[in-house]
C-alpha cells in the first residue's frame, strides 16, 4: 500500500519561551543546521544561545501566531487535507522538528497499512539543513522502526517547469494592480561553508560570482545555484527587465560568513537609493511561517521605511494556492503509477 508524507520544518507547540527554547534545541542541536563538533555546539548553543534567543523569539512568535496555531502548522495541514482530497493514497504531515514528528507520521501511514512512502522534503532546493536532514533522519528512523517499509523522496523541484509556472503565476496574481520599481527574491541564508560541503566535486563551488552560472554536477546540491535558478527562471517566465529584480538571504546566525548579498542589507539600500516602492518575494519557503511573516513583512517593511520607501508589498508564499495543490497531487500521482501494487 502506498502513503505520502509531507514534511516541513516544524515549530514550537505555542509562542512562550519554555516552548520556543525546547523548540530551538532540537533545531540548533542538529548537526546539520550547525554543523561544528558536538562539543562546540553544545557550548555554543545550550551555553550561549538557549539563555538569551528564546525570549526575543518567542515575541517574535507572538507577532504572527494565529488563534488556530502555528501559521507554519495551520498552512502545511490545510495543504495537506486539499491533497488528500485529489489522491487515493493516504497523505500525512509531519515537521522535521516539534512535536509533529517524522517518527509519528511514519507510524500513522504504518498504521493505516502503508509499505511504500513517498517523503515529499516541502523545499524547492536542495540543503544540508532542510532536504538532507529530513532524508537522514527518516532513513535512519525507517531502518530503526519500519525495517519492512520502503521510502523514496520527491527530489529538489526548484527548476521543474511545472513548478516555475505555478510560482510565477502566483506572483503575477499578487502584484497585479502594484506599481512596484523592484522585485526582491529573498531566500533562508545558509552559511558558505555549507555550500562547498555539499559540493560533490569538491572544487567548483568558490562562492564568486560565475560558479553558480558554469554548469556542474555539484548544482545537483548546490543551494545558492538552486536560488539563482529560481530568481533567473521566474524572471524569464514573467519577462522581468534585468535591473528590475534581484537575489539576496535572509536569516544569517553567528558571525561566520553567509550567502550574500543579505536580505536586509539589500532592503536598506534600496530605499536609500531613492526606490519608493517595492515588492518581495520568499521562494525558499512553501508556506510561510515565522522568517516570512515576522522577519520579512514586519522587519523588512520597517527598515524600508526607515531607509526612505514608502510600499512595500510581501508576496504570500505558495501555501494552499490551488495550483500549488493541483501539481503536489500530480506529482504523487506518477510516483503511484509508477510504484508496483504488491497484495
Not at 508524507?5 to 540548533?28: A, C, I
Not at 546539520?32 to 525570549?55: C, Q, Y
Not at 532513513?139 to 520527491?154: A, C, G, I, R, S
Not at 532592503?267 to 526606490?275: A, D, M, V
Amino acid at each position: 500500500m502506498k502513503g505520502i508524507l509531507l514534511v516541513n520544518l516544524g515549530s514550537p507547540d505555542s509562542p512562550n519561551p519554555k516552548d520556543v527554547r525546547k523548540y530551538l534545541d532540537e533545531f540548533l542541536m542538529d548537526e546539520r543546521v550547525i554543523d561544528v563538533p558536538k562539543w562546540a555546539r553544545t557550548l555554543l548553543v545550550r551555553g550561549i544561545i538557549l539563555n538569551t534567543r528564546p525570549k526575543a523569539s518567542a515575541k517574535a512568535y507572538q507577532k504572527i501566531w494565529w488563534d488556530e496555531g502555528s501559521p507554519l502548522i495551520v498552512l502545511s495541514e490545510r495543504l495537506k487535507d486539499k491533497v488528500q482530497h485529489q489522491v487515493d493514497a493516504p497523505v500525512e504531515l509531519a515537521m522535521r522538528y516539534g512535536s509533529m514528528s517524522i517518527k509519528k507520521g511514519l507510524q500513522r501511514l504504518s498504521d493505516q497499512g502503508v509499505t511504500d512512502v513517498l517523503l515529499i522534503p516541502l523545499y524547492p532546493q536542495f540543503a544540508m539543513a532542510t532536504t538532507e536532514t529530513i532524508l537522514v533522519l527518516a532513513q535512519d528512523l525507517q531502518q530503526e522502526f519500519f525495517p519492512k517499509m520502503t521510502l523514496e523522496h520527491l527530489p529538489p523541484f526548484y527548476n521543474n517547469p511545472d513548478y516555475i509556472r505555478v510560482l510565477s503565476e502566483s506572483i503575477k496574481s499578487h502584484l497585479k494592480g502594484t506599481h512596484y520599481q523592484h522585485l526582491l527574491f529573498s531566500y533562508h541564508g545558509v552559511p558558505e561553508r555549507h555550500i562547498r560541503k555539499s559540493d560533490v566535486t569538491k572544487s567548483h563551488c568558490k562562492m564568486d560570482k560565475s560558479c553558480c552560472s558554469t554548469a556542474s554536477k555539484a548544482h545537483a546540491y548546490c543551494y545558492k545555484h538552486q536560488c539563482v535558478e529560481v530568481t533567473r527562471l521566474v524572471g524569464e517566465y514573467l519577462n522581468l527587465e534585468p535591473d528590475t529584480y534581484s537575489t539576496a538571504f535572509q536569516s544569517r546566525l553567528g558571525f561566520d560568513p553567509w550567502l550574500r548579498p543579505y536580505t536586509d542589507r539589500t532592503i536598506e539600500r534600496l530605499g536609500k537609493e531613492g526606490l519608493t516602492n517595492m515588492a518581495i518575494v520568499t521562494p525558499a519557503f512553501v508556506s510561510d511561517c515565522l522568517e516570512t511573516l515576522e522577519e520579512i513583512a514586519m522587519e523588512g517593511e520597517e527598515i524600508f521605511h526607515e531607509a526612505g520607501g514608502s510600499d512595500f508589498t510581501t508576496i504570500p508564499c505558495l501555501n494552499d494556492d490551488p495550483n500549488w495543490v493541483n501539481l503536489l497531487a500530480s506529482w504523487i500521482k506518477t510516483w503511484a503509477a509508477k510504484v508496483p501494487t504488491t497484495n
